[in-house]
Structures are given as structure tokens and as C-alpha cells.
């Protein structure tokens, strides 16, 4: 079993920047990704950004591919997303997820393992 605690979410002006970390603990085997997802009001989770684990691949979508960058403490077990130029669309619960996965960003059901999700609010 994987436990995954996310931190960092809050409200910040278009243009801003803000940073979120999810802490992974359990039994590292488990896993060979960590990713964030989010989810506005009214519309379907997406997949955000994915990276894999031991130094592997990174994958962003086009959304926000320039603007927000993942980055993975091995040593911590901790993701980390910093999201830059920050725009009102961007605006949703941003969930941590991690599993098992071949390449590219996992399908929600490709998912073993979420976070309770962190609120992120960008203002016009």
C-alpha cells in the first residue's frame, strides 16, 4: 500500500506561481510513477503531468506544457508541481495519483493510489 499527501494548494492572481508537493510513504515497489491530476467544477479529472520514478520520463499536456514543471525527490518520496504563469483556467482540486504504468500519463483507471486532492483558486 501507497499513502499520498498532498500540500501547497491556495488562491494566487493570474500570472502567479504556486508550488504543490505530495509525499509518498508505504512500500516504494508499489509504484513506478507519481503524477498530478486535476479537476475543475463540472468537468472530467485530466491528467496534468507524470513522472517516472529511478530517473525516468516526464509527460505534461499540451495545456500545460511551458508553464508547469514536475520534479521527484527519489530520496523523500516526494513529488513536487510548480506551476508558473499561472491562468483563471488552471483553477481546480489538483490530485496526486502514483502506480504502475508503462509511458505517457495513466488513464484515471491506470491509477493505483490518489491523494484526498488540494484546492487551487487562480483570480482574474
Known amino acids: 500500500q501507497v499513502q499520498l499527501v498532498e500540500s501547497g494548494g491556495g488562491s494566487v492572481q493570474a500570472g502567479g506561481s504556486l508550488r504543490l508537493s505530495c509525499k509518498a510513504s508505504?512500500?516504494?515497489?508499489?509504484?513506478?510513477?507519481m503524477a498530478w491530476f486535476r479537476q475543475a467544477s463540472g468537468k472530467w479529472r485530466e491528467g496534468v503531468a507524470t513522472?517516472?520514478?529511478?530517473?525516468?520520463?516526464?509527460y505534461y499536456a499540451d495545456s500545460v506544457k511551458g508553464r508547469f514543471t514536475i520534479s521527484l525527490d527519489d530520496a523523500e518520496s516526494t513529488a513536487f508541481l510548480q506551476m508558473d504563469s499561472l491562468k483563471p483556467e488552471d483553477s481546480a482540486t489538483y490530485y496526486c495519483?502514483?502506480?504502475?504504468?508503462?509511458?505517457?500519463?495513466?488513464?484515471?483507471?491506470?491509477?493505483?493510489?490518489w491523494g484526498k486532492g488540494v484546492l487551487v483558486t487562480v483570480s482574474s
Open positions: 495519483a502514483a502506480g504502475t504504468y508503462a509511458h505517457g500519463i495513466p488513464r484515471e483507471n491506470g491509477v493505483d493510489y
Open positions: 513522472i517516472y520514478t529511478g530517473g525516468g520520463s516526464i
Open positions: 508505504g512500500d516504494p515497489n508499489e509504484i513506478n510513477y
